[in-house]
Protein backbone atom coordinates (compact mmCIF):
# COMPACT_ATOMS: atom_id res chain seq x y z
CA UNK A 1 0.00 0.00 0.00
CA UNK A 2 2.61 2.18 1.27
CA UNK A 3 4.29 1.75 -2.28
CA UNK A 4 1.13 3.12 -3.94
CA UNK A 5 1.08 5.99 -1.82
CA UNK A 6 4.26 7.16 -2.31
CA UNK A 7 5.59 6.01 -5.88
CA UNK A 8 2.82 8.20 -7.67
CA UNK A 9 4.15 11.39 -5.64
CA UNK A 10 7.48 10.70 -6.67
CA UNK A 11 6.83 10.53 -10.04
CA UNK A 12 4.85 13.59 -10.07
CA UNK A 13 7.68 15.54 -8.36
CA UNK A 14 10.21 14.70 -11.02
CA UNK A 15 7.95 15.31 -13.60
CA UNK A 16 7.18 18.66 -12.71
CA UNK A 17 11.01 19.28 -12.35
CA UNK A 18 11.51 18.38 -16.05
CA UNK A 19 8.56 19.96 -17.37
CA UNK A 20 9.88 23.30 -16.26
CA UNK A 21 12.56 25.22 -18.46
CA UNK A 22 15.34 26.77 -15.96
CA UNK A 23 14.12 30.36 -14.80
CA UNK A 24 16.40 32.52 -17.17
CA UNK A 25 15.15 30.44 -20.41
CA UNK A 26 11.44 31.12 -18.76
CA UNK A 27 12.48 34.67 -18.55
CA UNK A 28 13.71 35.05 -22.33
CA UNK A 29 10.72 33.12 -23.31
CA UNK A 30 8.22 35.16 -21.41
CA UNK A 31 9.69 38.20 -22.99
CA UNK A 32 9.52 37.11 -26.54
CA UNK A 33 5.76 36.26 -25.77
CA UNK A 34 5.31 39.97 -24.50
CA UNK A 35 6.91 41.56 -27.28
CA UNK A 36 4.81 39.39 -30.01
CA UNK A 37 1.46 40.32 -28.41
CA UNK A 38 1.87 43.91 -27.56
CA UNK A 39 2.64 44.41 -31.39
CA UNK A 40 -0.75 45.34 -33.25
CA UNK A 41 -0.58 42.70 -36.19
CA UNK A 42 -4.32 42.60 -36.32
CA UNK A 43 -4.90 40.46 -40.11
CA UNK A 44 -7.04 43.00 -41.79
CA UNK A 45 -5.17 46.16 -40.05
CA UNK A 46 -2.26 45.58 -39.11
CA UNK A 47 1.51 45.10 -40.03
CA UNK A 48 3.70 41.51 -39.81
CA UNK A 49 6.98 43.26 -40.21
CA UNK A 50 7.68 44.81 -37.24
CA UNK A 51 7.27 41.60 -35.58
CA UNK A 52 10.07 40.13 -38.16
CA UNK A 53 12.42 42.99 -37.49
CA UNK A 54 11.92 42.43 -33.83
CA UNK A 55 12.36 39.07 -33.80
CA UNK A 56 15.76 39.13 -36.39
CA UNK A 57 17.11 41.91 -33.54
CA UNK A 58 17.09 39.06 -30.87
CA UNK A 59 18.61 36.53 -33.34
CA UNK A 60 21.14 39.02 -34.04
CA UNK A 61 22.18 40.15 -30.59
CA UNK A 62 22.01 36.09 -29.35
CA UNK A 63 24.84 36.05 -32.31
CA UNK A 64 23.20 34.76 -35.18
CA UNK A 65 24.65 36.07 -38.27
CA UNK A 66 23.16 38.30 -40.73
CA UNK A 67 23.47 35.68 -43.36
CA UNK A 68 21.33 32.98 -42.20
CA UNK A 69 18.00 35.90 -41.02
CA UNK A 70 15.87 36.86 -43.93
CA UNK A 71 13.33 39.14 -44.09
CA UNK A 72 10.62 39.46 -46.74
CA UNK A 73 7.17 39.16 -47.89
CA UNK A 74 4.93 40.21 -50.77
CA UNK A 75 4.55 43.70 -49.89
CA UNK A 76 6.56 46.04 -47.31
CA UNK A 77 4.07 45.97 -44.38
CA UNK A 78 3.44 42.18 -44.53
CA UNK A 79 7.15 40.40 -43.75
CA UNK A 80 8.18 36.89 -43.01
CA UNK A 81 11.25 36.04 -41.15
CA UNK A 82 13.01 33.26 -41.44
CA UNK A 83 16.33 32.06 -39.47
CA UNK A 84 18.51 29.02 -40.39
CA UNK A 85 20.58 27.51 -37.13
CA UNK A 86 22.83 24.98 -39.11
CA UNK A 87 23.63 21.62 -37.95
CA UNK A 88 25.74 19.14 -39.70
CA UNK A 89 23.68 18.30 -42.82
CA UNK A 90 23.54 14.81 -42.32
CA UNK A 91 19.75 14.85 -42.99
CA UNK A 92 17.69 17.30 -44.65
CA UNK A 93 16.67 20.29 -42.32
CA UNK A 94 13.34 20.47 -40.27
CA UNK A 95 10.64 23.34 -40.75
CA UNK A 96 9.30 25.10 -37.64
CA UNK A 97 6.39 27.42 -38.44
CA UNK A 98 4.31 29.49 -36.72
CA UNK A 99 1.96 32.59 -38.10
CA UNK A 100 2.64 36.30 -36.75
CA UNK A 101 -0.53 37.80 -37.92
CA UNK A 102 -4.08 37.43 -35.39
CA UNK A 103 -7.43 37.99 -35.90
CA UNK A 104 -8.74 41.59 -34.89
CA UNK A 105 -9.84 42.39 -31.67
CA UNK A 106 -11.63 45.47 -30.30
CA UNK A 107 -11.14 47.09 -26.81
CA UNK A 108 -14.57 47.73 -26.41
CA UNK A 109 -15.33 43.54 -26.78
CA UNK A 110 -12.71 42.47 -24.29
CA UNK A 111 -12.24 42.88 -20.79
CA UNK A 112 -8.99 44.60 -20.78
CA UNK A 113 -6.88 45.72 -23.64
CA UNK A 114 -6.20 43.17 -25.96
CA UNK A 115 -2.63 44.49 -27.18
CA UNK A 116 -1.27 44.66 -23.89
CA UNK A 117 0.11 41.01 -22.51
CA UNK A 118 -0.57 40.67 -19.05
CA UNK A 119 -0.35 37.72 -16.33
CA UNK A 120 -3.41 37.46 -14.20
CA UNK A 121 -4.76 34.40 -12.01
CA UNK A 122 -2.54 32.18 -13.51
CA UNK A 123 -3.15 32.97 -17.48
CA UNK A 124 -1.51 35.06 -19.98
CA UNK A 125 -3.85 37.49 -21.63
CA UNK A 126 -3.84 39.16 -25.07
CA UNK A 127 -4.82 38.91 -28.36
CA UNK A 128 -2.50 36.13 -30.03
CA UNK A 129 -1.72 34.61 -26.45
CA UNK A 130 -3.37 31.26 -28.06
CA UNK A 131 -2.94 31.70 -31.75
CA UNK A 132 0.15 31.92 -32.97
CA UNK A 133 2.54 34.31 -30.94
CA UNK A 134 2.74 31.81 -28.20
CA UNK A 135 4.83 28.81 -30.66
CA UNK A 136 6.26 31.37 -32.45
CA UNK A 137 7.77 32.70 -29.08
CA UNK A 138 8.74 29.35 -28.66
CA UNK A 139 10.68 28.48 -31.40
CA UNK A 140 12.59 31.68 -30.64
CA UNK A 141 13.65 31.53 -27.56
CA UNK A 142 14.16 27.87 -28.07
CA UNK A 143 16.69 28.19 -30.90
CA UNK A 144 18.73 31.14 -29.34
CA UNK A 145 19.03 28.66 -26.12
CA UNK A 146 20.17 25.57 -28.62
CA UNK A 147 22.59 28.28 -29.86
CA UNK A 148 23.61 29.24 -26.15
CA UNK A 149 23.87 25.91 -25.48
CA UNK A 150 26.23 25.08 -28.30
CA UNK A 151 23.52 22.16 -29.46
CA UNK A 152 24.82 20.60 -32.88
CA UNK A 153 21.85 19.34 -34.63
CA UNK A 154 22.42 16.67 -37.32
CA UNK A 155 20.06 18.71 -39.15
CA UNK A 156 19.73 22.75 -40.14
CA UNK A 157 16.66 23.98 -37.80
CA UNK A 158 14.99 26.49 -39.94
CA UNK A 159 12.38 28.69 -38.12
CA UNK A 160 10.09 30.94 -40.23
CA UNK A 161 7.45 32.92 -38.95
CA UNK A 162 4.96 34.10 -41.12
CA UNK A 163 2.27 36.60 -42.23
CA UNK A 164 -1.36 36.23 -42.72
CA UNK A 165 -2.52 32.98 -42.00
CA UNK A 166 -5.88 34.01 -41.03
CA UNK A 167 -8.15 34.32 -43.98
CA UNK A 168 -4.64 33.78 -46.01
CA UNK A 169 -5.24 35.96 -49.13
CA UNK A 170 -2.88 37.61 -51.28
CA UNK A 171 -0.05 38.21 -48.89
CA UNK A 172 0.30 34.79 -47.15
CA UNK A 173 3.72 34.11 -45.80
CA UNK A 174 3.76 30.44 -46.39
CA UNK A 175 2.37 30.83 -50.62
CA UNK A 176 4.81 33.33 -50.80
CA UNK A 177 8.17 31.85 -49.29
CA UNK A 178 6.71 28.41 -51.63
CA UNK A 179 6.98 30.82 -54.72
CA UNK A 180 9.53 32.96 -53.98
CA UNK A 181 12.01 31.66 -51.40
CA UNK A 182 11.68 27.73 -52.06
CA UNK A 183 15.26 27.03 -50.90
CA UNK A 184 15.13 29.11 -47.60
CA UNK A 185 12.24 27.00 -46.65
CA UNK A 186 12.64 23.45 -48.03
CA UNK A 187 12.78 20.62 -45.45
CA UNK A 188 11.84 16.72 -44.98
CA UNK A 189 8.85 17.37 -42.77
CA UNK A 190 7.90 20.74 -40.69
CA UNK A 191 5.98 21.68 -37.32
CA UNK A 192 3.35 23.86 -36.84
CA UNK A 193 0.24 24.92 -35.14
CA UNK A 194 -3.18 22.52 -35.45
CA UNK A 195 -2.41 20.10 -32.80
CA UNK A 196 -3.07 20.99 -28.70
CA UNK A 197 -3.08 19.33 -25.38
CA UNK A 198 -6.80 18.82 -24.11
CA UNK A 199 -7.81 19.42 -20.71
CA UNK A 200 -11.35 17.93 -20.24
CA UNK A 201 -12.88 18.34 -16.83
CA UNK A 202 -9.68 20.14 -15.37
CA UNK A 203 -7.66 16.70 -16.60
CA UNK A 204 -5.05 16.29 -18.90
CA UNK A 205 -6.71 13.66 -21.64
CA UNK A 206 -4.54 13.91 -24.79
CA UNK A 207 -1.45 15.99 -26.47
CA UNK A 208 -3.11 16.15 -30.07
CA UNK A 209 -1.19 15.58 -32.82
CA UNK A 210 -2.43 17.06 -36.35
CA UNK A 211 -1.25 15.55 -39.00
CA UNK A 212 -4.14 16.06 -41.81
CA UNK A 213 -6.90 18.10 -42.55
CA UNK A 214 -10.02 18.18 -44.51
CA UNK A 215 -10.30 20.28 -47.43
CA UNK A 216 -12.75 23.09 -48.81
CA UNK A 217 -15.24 23.19 -51.53
CA UNK A 218 -17.85 25.94 -51.60
CA UNK A 219 -20.63 24.90 -54.11
CA UNK A 220 -23.14 27.50 -56.04
CA UNK A 221 -26.18 25.62 -56.64
CA UNK A 222 -28.17 27.83 -59.58
CA UNK A 223 -31.79 28.07 -61.10
CA UNK A 224 -32.14 30.21 -63.31
CA UNK A 225 -35.76 30.39 -64.80
CA UNK A 226 -37.73 32.95 -67.43
CA UNK A 227 -39.86 34.06 -64.65
CA UNK A 228 -43.62 36.14 -64.99
CA UNK A 229 -46.04 37.61 -63.07
CA UNK A 230 -47.08 36.43 -59.68
CA UNK A 231 -51.09 36.43 -60.60
CA UNK A 232 -50.70 33.32 -63.05
CA UNK A 233 -48.23 30.58 -61.67
CA UNK A 234 -46.66 27.83 -63.04
CA UNK A 235 -44.93 24.38 -61.25
CA UNK A 236 -41.47 25.12 -63.19
CA UNK A 237 -40.21 27.80 -60.27
CA UNK A 238 -36.95 28.65 -59.56
CA UNK A 239 -37.25 28.31 -55.57
CA UNK A 240 -38.72 25.40 -55.61
CA UNK A 241 -36.51 23.66 -57.84
CA UNK A 242 -33.92 25.18 -55.44
CA UNK A 243 -35.50 24.16 -52.14
CA UNK A 244 -36.61 20.25 -53.07
CA UNK A 245 -32.98 19.83 -53.82
CA UNK A 246 -31.71 21.42 -50.91
CA UNK A 247 -34.10 19.58 -49.17
CA UNK A 248 -32.28 16.08 -50.46
CA UNK A 249 -29.59 17.70 -49.23
CA UNK A 250 -30.81 17.89 -46.14
CA UNK A 251 -31.77 14.05 -46.39
CA UNK A 252 -28.18 13.10 -47.02
CA UNK A 253 -25.10 12.30 -46.22
CA UNK A 254 -21.99 10.83 -47.50
CA UNK A 255 -20.90 7.34 -46.91
CA UNK A 256 -18.63 6.97 -42.98
CA UNK A 257 -15.51 5.70 -43.51
CA UNK A 258 -11.97 5.96 -41.76
CA UNK A 259 -8.37 6.31 -42.60
CA UNK A 260 -5.12 5.32 -41.11
CA UNK A 261 -5.38 8.73 -39.18
CA UNK A 262 -8.63 8.15 -37.89
CA UNK A 263 -8.66 5.05 -37.09
CA UNK A 264 -5.95 5.83 -34.60
CA UNK A 265 -7.51 8.37 -33.39
CA UNK A 266 -10.58 6.48 -32.69
CA UNK A 267 -8.28 3.67 -31.22
CA UNK A 268 -7.01 6.53 -28.82
CA UNK A 269 -10.16 7.66 -28.06
CA UNK A 270 -11.74 3.88 -26.78
CA UNK A 271 -8.68 4.17 -24.07
CA UNK A 272 -9.57 7.50 -23.10
CA UNK A 273 -13.43 7.52 -23.09
CA UNK A 274 -14.68 5.70 -19.96
CA UNK A 275 -18.06 6.41 -20.64
CA UNK A 276 -21.19 4.53 -23.27
CA UNK A 277 -18.74 5.33 -26.35
CA UNK A 278 -16.35 3.00 -25.39
CA UNK A 279 -17.05 -0.02 -26.97
CA UNK A 280 -18.19 1.47 -30.29
CA UNK A 281 -15.09 3.95 -30.26
CA UNK A 282 -12.95 0.70 -30.58
CA UNK A 283 -14.77 -0.63 -33.22
CA UNK A 284 -14.91 1.96 -35.50
CA UNK A 285 -10.87 1.86 -35.30
CA UNK A 286 -11.52 -2.23 -36.73
CA UNK A 287 -13.84 -0.69 -39.17
CA UNK A 288 -17.02 -1.62 -38.13
CA UNK A 289 -19.84 0.55 -40.03
CA UNK A 290 -22.41 -0.27 -38.16
CA UNK A 291 -20.22 1.26 -34.95
CA UNK A 292 -19.77 4.07 -37.30
CA UNK A 293 -23.15 4.73 -37.65
CA UNK A 294 -23.96 5.18 -33.50
CA UNK A 295 -20.34 7.04 -33.11
CA UNK A 296 -21.34 9.46 -35.61
CA UNK A 297 -24.67 10.19 -34.22
CA UNK A 298 -23.39 11.08 -31.17
CA UNK A 299 -21.32 13.95 -31.53
CA UNK A 300 -21.17 16.59 -34.97
CA UNK A 301 -17.12 16.59 -34.23
CA UNK A 302 -16.98 12.66 -34.67
CA UNK A 303 -19.51 12.82 -37.90
CA UNK A 304 -16.84 15.15 -39.31
CA UNK A 305 -14.32 13.00 -38.54
CA UNK A 306 -15.86 10.37 -40.49
CA UNK A 307 -17.56 11.58 -43.51
CA UNK A 308 -16.92 14.43 -46.04
CA UNK A 309 -20.02 17.23 -45.17
CA UNK A 310 -21.48 19.91 -47.25
CA UNK A 311 -24.29 22.26 -46.11
CA UNK A 312 -26.27 24.66 -46.86
CA UNK A 313 -24.81 28.16 -46.05
CA UNK A 314 -26.53 31.06 -48.12
CA UNK A 315 -29.32 31.88 -50.24
CA UNK A 316 -30.15 33.83 -52.50
CA UNK A 317 -33.33 34.36 -55.29
CA UNK A 318 -36.49 35.83 -56.49
CA UNK A 319 -36.34 39.83 -57.63
CA UNK A 320 -39.70 41.36 -56.84
CA UNK A 321 -42.92 40.53 -54.61
CA UNK A 322 -45.03 39.88 -57.20
CA UNK A 323 -42.81 38.22 -59.47
CA UNK A 324 -42.03 34.68 -60.41
CA UNK A 325 -38.60 34.00 -59.39
CA UNK A 326 -35.91 33.84 -62.44
CA UNK A 327 -32.83 33.42 -59.93
CA UNK A 328 -32.72 30.69 -57.12
CA UNK A 329 -29.28 29.89 -56.05
CA UNK A 330 -27.48 28.94 -52.73
CA UNK A 331 -23.96 28.55 -51.41
CA UNK A 332 -23.46 24.80 -50.13
CA UNK A 333 -19.97 24.36 -47.93
CA UNK A 334 -18.15 20.96 -48.11
CA UNK A 335 -15.66 20.12 -46.01
CA UNK A 336 -14.29 17.17 -48.12
CA UNK A 337 -11.73 14.03 -46.44
CA UNK A 338 -8.75 14.39 -47.94
CA UNK A 339 -9.05 10.68 -49.95
CA UNK A 340 -12.45 11.97 -51.38
CA UNK A 341 -11.90 13.62 -54.27
CA UNK A 342 -13.43 17.02 -55.61
CA UNK A 343 -15.05 15.02 -58.81
CA UNK A 344 -16.20 12.55 -56.38
CA UNK A 345 -18.16 15.18 -54.47
CA UNK A 346 -19.19 17.32 -57.70
CA UNK A 347 -20.47 14.09 -58.92
CA UNK A 348 -22.67 13.14 -55.83
CA UNK A 349 -23.57 16.40 -55.09
CA UNK A 350 -25.40 16.36 -58.83
CA UNK A 351 -26.89 13.09 -58.52
CA UNK A 352 -28.26 14.38 -55.04
CA UNK A 353 -30.26 17.53 -56.75
CA UNK A 354 -32.28 14.98 -58.59
CA UNK A 355 -32.88 17.95 -60.73
CA UNK A 356 -30.71 19.28 -63.97
CA UNK A 357 -32.23 22.50 -63.55
CA UNK A 358 -29.97 22.81 -60.72
CA UNK A 359 -26.48 24.09 -62.26
CA UNK A 360 -23.66 23.21 -59.79
CA UNK A 361 -20.01 25.57 -59.69
CA UNK A 362 -17.19 25.36 -57.92
CA UNK A 363 -16.51 28.52 -56.46
CA UNK A 364 -13.05 29.72 -56.01
CA UNK A 365 -9.94 27.88 -56.24
CA UNK A 366 -9.97 24.27 -54.36
CA UNK A 367 -6.48 23.77 -52.30
CA UNK A 368 -5.91 20.09 -51.53
CA UNK A 369 -3.41 18.83 -49.52
CA UNK A 370 -2.70 15.33 -49.21
CA UNK A 371 -2.43 13.94 -45.72
CA UNK A 372 0.71 13.75 -44.50
CA UNK A 373 2.81 10.07 -43.80
CA UNK A 374 2.54 8.66 -40.12
CA UNK A 375 5.68 9.61 -39.91
CA UNK A 376 7.19 7.41 -36.93
CA UNK A 377 9.66 9.42 -35.72
CA UNK A 378 7.28 12.53 -35.38
CA UNK A 379 4.65 10.54 -33.84
CA UNK A 380 6.96 8.55 -31.71
CA UNK A 381 9.15 10.91 -30.19
CA UNK A 382 6.07 12.93 -29.43
CA UNK A 383 4.64 10.12 -27.58
CA UNK A 384 7.23 9.20 -25.44
CA UNK A 385 7.84 13.25 -24.45
CA UNK A 386 4.47 13.52 -23.62
CA UNK A 387 4.30 10.21 -21.13
CA UNK A 388 7.13 11.60 -20.07
CA UNK A 389 5.94 14.93 -18.84
CA UNK A 390 2.39 14.36 -18.52
CA UNK A 391 2.68 10.32 -17.47
CA UNK A 392 -0.55 8.83 -18.88
CA UNK A 393 -1.20 10.88 -21.46
CA UNK A 394 -1.19 10.10 -24.69
CA UNK A 395 -0.19 11.72 -28.07
CA UNK A 396 -3.03 11.21 -30.25
CA UNK A 397 -2.50 12.16 -34.23
CA UNK A 398 -6.30 13.89 -35.56
CA UNK A 399 -7.48 15.20 -38.90
CA UNK A 400 -9.03 18.81 -38.72
CA UNK A 401 -11.93 20.45 -39.91
CA UNK A 402 -10.25 23.73 -40.44
CA UNK A 403 -7.53 24.69 -42.41
CA UNK A 404 -3.89 25.48 -41.33
CA UNK A 405 -0.57 26.63 -43.13
CA UNK A 406 0.40 23.36 -43.71
CA UNK A 407 -2.06 22.93 -46.53
CA UNK A 408 0.33 24.90 -48.72
CA UNK A 409 3.29 22.74 -47.71
CA UNK A 410 1.76 19.48 -47.69
CA UNK A 411 0.55 20.45 -51.50
CA UNK A 412 4.78 20.54 -51.92
CA UNK A 413 5.57 17.45 -50.58
CA UNK A 414 6.19 18.98 -46.92
CA UNK A 415 4.44 17.03 -44.71
CA UNK A 416 2.95 19.04 -41.52
CA UNK A 417 2.25 18.17 -38.31
CA UNK A 418 0.57 20.32 -36.15
CA UNK A 419 2.35 20.03 -32.51
CA UNK A 420 2.26 22.64 -30.00
CA UNK A 421 2.01 20.82 -26.08
CA UNK A 422 0.11 23.91 -24.88
CA UNK A 423 -2.83 21.88 -23.07
CA UNK A 424 -5.67 24.13 -22.56
CA UNK A 425 -9.91 23.55 -21.27
CA UNK A 426 -11.61 22.24 -24.59
CA UNK A 427 -14.69 23.67 -23.47
CA UNK A 428 -12.63 27.17 -23.23
CA UNK A 429 -10.69 27.80 -26.08
CA UNK A 430 -11.06 31.36 -26.79
CA UNK A 431 -9.28 31.65 -30.31
CA UNK A 432 -10.31 34.79 -32.44
CA UNK A 433 -12.36 34.98 -29.52
CA UNK A 434 -12.86 37.56 -26.60
CA UNK A 435 -9.97 37.51 -23.38
CA UNK A 436 -7.91 35.06 -25.49
CA UNK A 437 -5.40 33.37 -22.87
CA UNK A 438 -2.96 30.75 -22.44
CA UNK A 439 -2.15 29.26 -18.99
CA UNK A 440 1.34 30.21 -17.21
CA UNK A 441 1.85 26.44 -16.88
CA UNK A 442 0.73 25.31 -19.89
CA UNK A 443 3.00 27.83 -22.04
CA UNK A 444 6.36 27.19 -20.03
CA UNK A 445 5.54 23.34 -20.02
CA UNK A 446 5.32 23.47 -24.12
CA UNK A 447 8.34 25.26 -24.47
CA UNK A 448 9.82 22.27 -22.56
CA UNK A 449 8.02 19.90 -24.67
CA UNK A 450 8.89 21.44 -28.13
CA UNK A 451 12.48 22.27 -26.88
CA UNK A 452 12.97 18.31 -25.94
CA UNK A 453 10.91 17.36 -29.33
CA UNK A 454 13.12 19.45 -31.78
CA UNK A 455 16.09 18.25 -29.83
CA UNK A 456 14.92 14.52 -30.55
CA UNK A 457 14.36 15.29 -34.03
CA UNK A 458 17.67 16.58 -35.02
CA UNK A 459 19.83 14.56 -33.21
CA UNK A 460 21.09 11.20 -34.62
CA UNK A 461 19.57 8.08 -34.00
CA UNK A 462 16.42 9.70 -32.89
ZN1 LIG B 1 -3.47 30.11 -36.06
Not at 28 to 48: F, M, N, P
Not at 112 to 126: A, N
Request: some cysteine; overall charge neutral; charged content about 25%.
Amino acid sequence: MLRFLVLPSLVAVSAIGQSMPPEPERQLARSIYKELVEIKSGYTTGSTTQVAEAMAARLRAAGFPEADIFIGGAVPTKANLVVRYHGSGRRKPILLLAHTDVVEAKREDWSMDPFQFIERDGYFYGRGTGDDKAQAAVWIANLIRYKREGFRPDRDIIVALTADEEGGGPYNGVEWLIKNKRSLIDAEFCLNEGGWGEIAGGKKISNDIQVSEKYVINFRWEVRNKGGHSSMPVADNAIYHLSAALDRLSKFAFPLKTNEVTRTYFEAMSKIDNGPAKADLAAVARGSAEAMQRVARMSPAWNATLRTTCVATQIEGGHAKNALPQLAAATVNCRVLPEDSAEYVQTTLQQVTGDDHVILTILGDVSKGPASPMRPDVLKAAGRLTDTMWPGVPAVPIMVMGATDGLYLRAIGIPTYGVQGFFMDRDDIRFHGRDERLGVTAFFEGQTFLYELVKALSSAGA
